[in-house]
């Protein structure tokens, strides 16, 4: 069998003058590795077209001959792990090459261990068992599938556990994947992972968080079991923790307040304040109403396809709305960040008086944090939904119709997004009443 493996000298000098003596494995056009070897030359005593080093090679750098067989005995050695990688139907040698080379050890050591790290122990024969290589495979496999919010989503799992395998100083097998595993990691997320907002360092994430990554890999792992590509892992402990949060919502006095407020000395918020007020009047998420079309926009509707649920929704604009894409973006929604976004837009709040102070408040373990801050500085991108949503609830429009516009495919999910007091609960409530003439009806004997 032809193998393309050859010896080649390394194009990096060292502070000696010598350059190294690779054994080069092309298993494809574009899929090739370098194993180094033992021997090192001065490049020019290295013949390029025969692949050998040159007669001429000085003494003190060793007998061409004897080099030039230990060169042969080494790419033989190379043949027998490849050899061995592709008699266990494994479909890139390469990463069994990288895992067995060894310049100083016998071919057959070689054969023997290759056969080892290149059969797997259970699941699909021939395949790469190596998390992060299958996780690798599973985002590059969606990345045409999803938004690219999932994919950040995914890469942002990736990231973490990553940072949890070198704080263990353990690496991550499937065949660890247990209770154990679970919790460790859990313990990881909620207490030492640091990570960076604002410029901020911050130690250990909220529960949402962590359930966000734990919900991913649960739906990884059991990815790749029904590919075959891996045996069957019992995931029944992995919870995924979760918590109602107390994300805030504006009124439509607010969202009025945000855009009647004068920004004359800060000229450049003007197109933060029209992104949210349009956010708030569509009811889209910031990577949907940031990528609205000219042809989005037809007879007074917005028709737009959502990026995360891939789910078509009408929206009827308000004249505001329409004013905004129309007149005001000249029907190109200018390019920004979700974080540019979110830091600009408290400041609006703040320079319109939304500042009464919110308390809210997470679990991390056992404990209940509480936070109290001004209303304007709990406001993000995402309370334009939150807003949209409670404010045609709190208006009468039905639930089922506000669906159609947010999105939302269950009730469940649905009021999990409405955000009302006590108060505005019992005002809604007497309404109805009113609306049924069930109060003026009733009287006391």
């Known amino acids: 069998m032809f193998l393309p493996i050859k010896p080649v000298i390394d194009r ?42 040159s007669p001429e090679l000085p003494p003190e750098f060793g007998q061409a001959e004897q080099l030039n067989a230990q ?76 938004s690219p919010g999932m994919i950040r989503t995914y890469k942002v799992m990736k990231n973490r556990l990553i940072a949890f395998q070198r704080f263990q100083r353990q690496k991550i097998e499937f065949s660890g994947l247990d209770f154990n595993f679970y919790e460790s990691f859990v313990n990881y997320l909620t207490y030492d992972h640091t990570h960076m907002r604002r410029n ?46 107390d994300a805030i919502y504006l009124t439509s006095t607010e969202i009025d307040a945000i855009c009647k407020v004068d920004l004359s000395a800060d000229p450049h918020l003007d197109r933060f304040r029209n992104m949210f007020v349009l956010g708030c009047l569509t009811g889209l998420r910031f990577s949907d109403y940031s990528s609205i079309r000219p042809e989005d926009i037809r007879n007074g509707m917005l028709y737009k396809k959502q990026g995360k649920s891939d ?74 939904r939150r807003s949209f949503c409670t404010n045609e609830f709190l208006a009468g429009t039905p639930s089922e119709l506000i669906m159609k516009i947010s999105g939302h495919k269950s009730l469940k999910d649905f009021y999990k997004y409405i955000r009302i007091t006590p108060e505005e609960a019992g005002k809604k409530m007497q309404e109805i009443w009113e609306k049924r003439r069930e109060m003026s009806c009733l009287s006391l004997s």
């Open 200 to 245: 901020i360092s911050i130690r250990g994430l909220k529960r949402n968080s962590i359930g966000t990554s734990i919900k991913q890999l649960r739906i990884f792992v059991r990815d790749r079991v029904r590919r075959k590509i891996i045996a069957p892992i019992d995931l029944t402990d992995f919870k995924i923790l979760d918590e109602e949060t």
């Open 71 to 146: 060169l042969q005995k080494m790419i033989r050695a190379a043949e027998d792990i490849v050899n061995a990688a592709l008699k266990e139907e494994v479909p890139d040698p390469i990463p069994v090459l990288k895992k067995t080379w060894n310049p100083s050890a016998g071919r057959s050591d070689l054969s023997e261990k290759a056969g080892a790290v290149a059969k797997p122990a259970d699941g699909k024969p021939g395949v790469n068992q190596d998390f992060f290589y299958q996780l690798d495979d599973y985002i590059k496999a969606k990345s045409r599938k999803v």
């Open 311 to 384: 789910h078509w929704v009408v929206i009827p604009l308000r004249s505001t709305a329409y004013d905004i894409i129309v007149n005001r973006f000249k029907n190109k929604i200018p390019k920004t960040t979700n974080e540019e976004l979110n830091r600009h837009i408290k400041k609006i709040g703040q320079l319109a008086g939304i500042n009464i102070p919110i308390k809210a408040s997470y679990k991390k373990g056992n404990q209940d944090i509480v936070v109290t801050k001004p209303k304007y500085a709990w406001i993000t991108s995402h309370t334009c």
């Open 12 to 53: 990096r000098l060292r502070k000696d003058g010598t350059a190294v003596i690779c054994i080069q494995y092309c298993y494809s056009s574009d899929r090739r590795t370098l194993l180094p070897t033992d021997l090192s030359l001065p490049p020019r005593y290295w013949n390029k077209r025969l692949s050998r080093i």
